[in-house]
T-cell receptor, first 108, second 112 residues
Framework: QQPVQSPQAVILREGEDAVINCSSS?????VHWYRQKHGEAPVFLMI?????EQKGHEKISASFNEKKQQSSLYLTASQLSYSGTYFC?????????FGPGTRLSVLP | DAGVTQSPTHLIKTRGQQVTLRCSPK?????VSWYQQALGQGPQFIFQ???????QRGNFPDRFSGHQFPNYSSELNVNALLLGDSALYLC???????????FGPGTRLTVT
C-alpha cells in the first residue's frame, strides 16, 4: 500500500525551511528519502531504520516515529539546488513502495 | 568507481513483442531492484534480487520476470508488451536490504 506524502507541492524562497511528511498504514522496517530532478534518476538522501539507526547526507535531517509509522524530512536554509520531487519509500519487509512525491520549488 | 549502469538507454518496441533490459550494480553491491516510472509519477517497485533469487515482488503481472547473475548484474524481461508498459525503467543497487539504493540512469521504453 502506497505511503501518503504531504504536502503535494511547496514553493520556497531561497533560505527558507520546509518539512515533508510521509505516513504508512503498515508497520515499517525502514523509510527511505530520495530526490529526483526532472529527467534524472532519484538520488538517495536518507534512510531511517526501525530501531533508530539513520544514514544520510550531513545537510539533510529526518525523523521516524515507529509508533505512528510516520517520517518527516527537514530541509533547512533551502538552496536553489534543493528543487525537485521528493519521494519517501517504505519497506514493510514484504514490499518496498514509493510515495506519490512532493514537488519542491526553490525560488531566488 | 562506476555507478549503476543500464542498457540500452532508449528502446522502441511493438505491442506483443518481448524486451530485455540490463543493469550492472555499483561495485560492492549485491542487491538489485527494478522500478517502473510513468511520466509524472513515482517509481513503482517491480522486484528485488539478492543472491540470484527474487526476494521481494511488487504488484506486477508474471509478464515481468527477472534474473540475477553470479556477478550481481541483472536483467528485466517483459513479455507480450502492452502500450501501458511504456515508461522509464530504473534499476537500483544496494548492499542488501536496509541500505541506501543507488539508481541507474534508466531505460526509456516506448511501446507502439
Amino acid at each position: 500500500q502506497q505511503p501518503v506524502q504531504s504536502p503535494q507541492a511547496v514553493i520556497l524562497r531561497e533560505g527558507e525551511d520546509a518539512v515533508i511528511n510521509c505516513s504508512s498504514s503498515k508497520a515499517l522496517y525502514s523509510v527511505h528519502w530520495y530526490r529526483q530532478k526532472h529527467g534524472e534518476a532519484p538520488v538517495f538522501l536518507m534512510i531511517l531504520l526501525k530501531g533508530g539507526e539513520q544514514k544520510g547526507h550531513e545537510k539533510i535531517s529526518a525523523s521516524f516515529n515507529e509508533k505512528k509509522q510516520q517520517s518527516s524530512l527537514y530541509l533547512t536554509a533551502s538552496q536553489l539546488s534543493y528543487s525537485g520531487t521528493y519521494f519517501c519509500g517504505t519497506d514493510d519487509g514484504q514490499n518496498f513502495v514509493f510515495g506519490p512525491g512532493t514537488r519542491l520549488s526553490v525560488l531566488p | 568507481d562506476a555507478g549503476v549502469t543500464q542498457s540500452p538507454t532508449h528502446l522502441i518496441k511493438t505491442r506483443g513483442q518481448q524486451v530485455t533490459l540490463r543493469c550492472s550494480p555499483k561495485s560492492g553491491h549485491d542487491t538489485v531492484s527494478w522500478y517502473q516510472q510513468a511520466l509524472g509519477q513515482g517509481p513503482q517497485f517491480i522486484f528485488q534480487y539478492y543472491e540470484e533469487e527474487e526476494r521481494q515482488r511488487g504488484n506486477f503481472p508474471d509478464r515481468f520476470s527477472g534474473h540475477q547473475f553470479p556477478n550481481y548484474s541483472s536483467e528485466l524481461n517483459v513479455n507480450a508488451l502492452l502500450l501501458g508498459d511504456s515508461a522509464l525503467y530504473l534499476c537500483a543497487s544496494s548492499y542488501d536490504r536496509g541500505y541506501e539504493q543507488y539508481f541507474g540512469p534508466g531505460t526509456r521504453l516506448t511501446v507502439t
